[in-house]
C-alpha cells in the first residue's frame, strides 16, 4: 500500500511559484509588444485645462463639475493639483 509522502502544503507552494513566473513571463512579452498600459485616465489633457479653469472661474464647486465630467471628487482634487504643479513647472507654455 504505497501512501503519498507529498505533502498539500508543498504542493500549493511549487503551484503558486509556477503561476507567478509565468504571469512574469506574460507581462514581459505584453510589455515588448507595447501592450502594457496600465489603466487609463478618465480625462484628457484638455478636459483636465478645461475643468480647472472652470473651478477657477468659480462658477462650479468641486463636487458640481465631478458630476458633469462624471468623475470623482478627488478626480476634481488631482487635475487641480496636477494643472497647478504644470504652471509653477512652467510645462506646456510657449516660448515667444
Not at 512574469?24 to 512579452?29: D, H, L, S, W
Not at 480625462?43 to 472661474?57: M, P
Request: hydrophobic residues 35%; contains cysteine.
Amino acid at each position: 500500500m504505497g501512501r503519498r509522502t507529498c505533502r498539500p502544503g508543498v504542493v500549493h507552494i511549487i503551484e503558486s511559484d509556477l503561476i507567478r513566473l509565468r504571469t512574469r513571463e506574460g507581462m514581459k512579452v505584453a510589455k515588448a509588444k507595447g501592450r502594457l498600459r496600465g489603466k487609463q485616465p478618465k480625462l484628457n489633457h484638455r478636459q483636465e485645462a478645461h475643468l480647472v479653469a472652470l473651478l477657477t472661474g468659480g462658477e462650479y464647486s468641486t463636487a458640481e463639475l465631478a458630476d458633469l465630467f462624471g468623475v470623482a471628487r478627488s478626480t476634481v482634487y488631482r487635475a487641480v493639483e496636477r494643472e497647478r504643479t504644470r504652471n509653477v513647472m512652467g510645462v506646456g507654455t510657449q516660448v515667444s
